[in-house]
T-cell receptor, first 117, second 114 residues
Framework: AQSVAQPEDQVNVAEGNPLTVKCTYSVSGNPYLFWYVQYPNRGLQFLLK??????LVKGSYGFEAEFNKSQTSFHLKKPSALVSDSALYFCAVRDFPSNFGNEKLTFGTGTRLTIIP | DAMVIQNPRYQVTQFGKPVTLSCSQT?????MYWYQQKSSQAPKLLFHYYDKDFNNEADTPDNFQSRRPNTSFCFLDIRSPGLGDAAMYLC?????????????FGSGTQLSVL
């Protein structure tokens, strides 16, 4: 069975500093990895995904994530944090291949990122 | 803008009183999903539709039902809500069912059960 772990419930970063939100995964096949962000009173929004190719994936709002197969990690990063980055971040994984047409997306429990002015 | 719209934003119901949550989409996507998200927990998939084909998750209680009368609309029916069903319910869509597909989410409906 596939699973995702986000080891930190809360991450605080000073504005302008680099930020990292951690994610590790477990799959039996190849991982398809995603990051979503949830702002207050809003639904989840897609940030970026890794399917194959370059291990460094760039996404929306200046975020990027690095796929590390040996460490089974997919940490989200940004070189310089903004106050507007404060939100709830979810890592998610699909195990591929699985039954075609039934690749369920499994989410982590989320990390609340707070950027301190 | 094309989007996923959920109504109402907040829903209060009484213990055991049936309730329906609504979702509509203007993206013309084939797949629609319903997730349950409780506080400090990961969103949990309840079921999804690929076109008219319904796919129920094995651990989704029978109390939860869904209808998709057309491409644009999908409903979540809770036949007899219990206190444990209080949660945020998220509707999402994707163009296809493939592993690399990203999901587009609505803003959610926060359900309270009194």
């Amino acid at each position: 069975a596939q699973s995702v772990a986000q080891p930190e419930d809360q991450v605080n970063v000073a504005e302008g500093n680099p930020l990292t939100v951690k994610c590790t995964y477990s799959v039996s096949g190849n991982p398809y990895l995603f990051w979503y962000v949830q702002y207050p009173n809003r639904g989840l929004q897609f940030l970026l995904k890794y399917i194959t190719g370059d291990n460094l994936v760039k996404g929306s709002y200046g975020f990027e994530a690095e796929f590390n197969k040996s460490q089974t990690s997919f940490h989200l990063k940004k070189p310089s944090a903004l106050v507007s980055d404060s939100a709830l971040y979810f890592c998610a994984v699909r195990d591929f291949p699985s039954n075609f047409g039934n690749e369920k997306l499994t989410f982590g429990t989320g990390t609340r990122l707070t950027i301190i002015p | 803008d094309a989007m996923v719209i959920q109504n109402p934003r907040y829903q209060v119901t009484q213990f055991g009183k049936p309730v329906t949550l609504s979702c509509s989409q203007t993206l013309n996507h084939n797949v629609m999903y319903w997730y349950q998200q409780k506080s400090s927990q990961a969103p949990k998939l309840l079921f999804h539709y690929y076109d008219k084909d319904f796919n129920n998750e094995a651990d989704t209680p029978d109390n939860f039902q869904s209808r998709r009368p057309n491409t644009s609309f999908c409903f979540l029916d809770i036949r007899s809500p219990g206190l444990g069903d209080a949660a945020m319910y998220l509707c999402a869509t994707s163009r296809l069912e493939g592993a690399g597909e990203k999901l587009f989410f609505g803003s959610g409906t926060q359900l309270s059960v009194l």
